[in-house]
């Protein structure tokens, strides 16, 4: 199932839907009036509801949209409609790898004049709840707060079920599913201060989506190709089995001790191609075009707009 949160253009409120080829289907329009009790109104609270809910409503959406013949009823085309961050508003801030791809650390260590070694635990640190943007978004530039905007492409992870001291085996039970995110950065800012909290936290600096693809349905999120381009040239072209740590030790190391929680979203780091690790650095302009892709998933397609 690949989740959105969308709206039209009479009704900015936004709505949950599940995409059916190059359509969104409104679920509530749908399958509201079968759902026992109070309908989720948001994707966060879907995802909140745990899995037996996912479960029926994964039932009740797949019975609907095979009905024959099929329905226009909550049927909408990706052009009446606006897409909007899967969760618009996170409830805590995105937690976040640093260095996660030894490419990455390899090719940041020159400009960075650090040691270019392994991490031997991961890194983490945060991004601010007001960076999350929609899809299609501009990617807001605030030439008073930096002048080095940079990307990272990463692949998102969304947790579905509250855990702590969550053992490897059973890490992956407890994510409802994965999206793309750009881990936007402002590396002057980011070095500026040491710790990476304000560089990365920036407003409009984590566009996220274009959905949440469930985690049944997504299989190993070791095996996907991950991309990004920048007008169009390929800045970034990886597979997520690079990862140094993978999204089940990810989820071991940061429930050790610290409860994780349902709608909690982790960004698993990025790997080579970034603006800063090019000769010279060649950091984003006003106007560039930035699609970041993850196989199976899909693409963000948001543009950089100096303000
Ligand atoms: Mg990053």
Known sequence: MKYVTFSLGG??????????????????????????????????????????????????????????PASADGRHTLEETRWHAPIPRPRKNIVCLGLNYMSHVLET???????????????????????????????????????????????????????KNIPRARSLEHVFGYTVLNDVSARDVQHRHKQWFKGKSL?????????????????DPQRKRISLRVNGETRQDASTGDMIFPVDVIIETLSRGMTLEAGDIIATGTPEGVGLGRTPPTY????????????????????????
């Open 109 to 163: 260590s020159a400009p960075l004049n650090r040691e270019a070694k392994t991490p031997n635990v991961p890194i983490f640190f945060t991004k601010a709840v007001t960076t999350v943007s929609g899809p299609r978004d501009p990617i807001p530039w605030d030439r008073s707060a930096t002048e080095q905007l940079d990307y990272e492409a990463e692949l998102g992870v969304v947790l579905g079920v509250n855990g």
């Open 203 to 219: 407003d409009g600096f984590c566009p996220m989506g274009p959905c949440i693809v469930t985690a049944d349905a997504f299989g």
């Open 284 to 307: 984003l302009d006003d106007g560039d075009v930035v699609e970041t892709e993850i196989e199976g998933i899909g693409t963000l397609r948001n543009q950089v707009a100096a303000i």
């Open 11 to 68: 009704d900015p409120a936004p709505r949950i839907g599940v995409l059916d080829g190059d359509e969104v289907v409104d679920i509530k329009a749908r399958v509201g009036r079968a759902w026992p009790g109070r309908f989720p109104e948001t994707l966060l609270e879907l995802i909140q509801a745990g899995p037996d809910t996912w479960r029926r409503m994964a039932s009740l959406i797949g019975v609907e949209l095979s009905r024959t």
